[in-house]
């Protein structure tokens, strides 16, 4: 039961985030909306409701997560893309690229922290999560391989994607 109300909340608010502008209650939603709204998302919490609260795990229904989550977006991984954006121009401008896969050893746990690293290494520039194998080791192509590293088979962390394991530790597990 706990899994159909968190999902019919979610598809509620997506739903309302959705349609926001339109109506006369506060001057966001008509009546019409908030009722299509309220039967759209019980329908989507009575067909979903396995799939997105699949392991019965509701840590990420936890707000000061969420807060966790946007102080993330907003520092380290706005910085980590903009530094990353300006070094892929200089690779492209001055054609010093040294492509290559290299393998790097998160430590997480769940699922969704392998996940939240992945995406988050998929969205910079320059990186792209490629694979992830039965030890949560990620298998990233990096655009700078540093000389004298091509033959290394574990990066450091560090390198390949700063401290977006440590934010994907507090965020996600």
Do not use: Q
């Not at 520092?75 to 290559?100: C, E, H, Q, S, W």
């Not at 990620?138 to 004298?148: A, C, D, K, S, T």
């Amino acid at each position: 039961m706990l899994a159909f109300i968190v999902t019919t909340m979610f598809a509620f608010v997506a739903y309302l985030a959705l349609t926001a502008g339109s109506g006369d209650i506060l001057g966001l939603w008509s009546m019409e909306e908030i009722v299509a709204g309220i039967f759209l998302s019980v329908l989507v919490g009575a067909i979903s409701r396995n799939y997105l609260c699949r392991s019965r795990n509701y840590r990420m229904l936890n707000p000061i997560r969420w807060l966790l989550f946007i102080a993330y977006l907003i520092g380290p991984f706005f910085i980590a893309m903009a530094r990353a954006n300006l070094d892929v121009a200089y690779r492209v401008i001055t054609g010093k690229i040294r492509p290559g896969i290299v393998k790097i050893d998160p430590d997480l746990k769940t699922d969704f922290g392998v996940t939240f690293l992945a995406n988050s290494i998929t969205l910079t520039p320059g990186t792209l999560s490629v694979d992830v194998d039965e030890e949560n080791n990620l298998y990233v192509h990096w655009i700078n391989i540093p000389e004298g590293d091509e033959k290394m088979a574990v990066a450091p962390i560090e390198k390949v994607c700063s401290s977006f394991p440590k934010w994907a530790r507090r965020v996600a597990e």
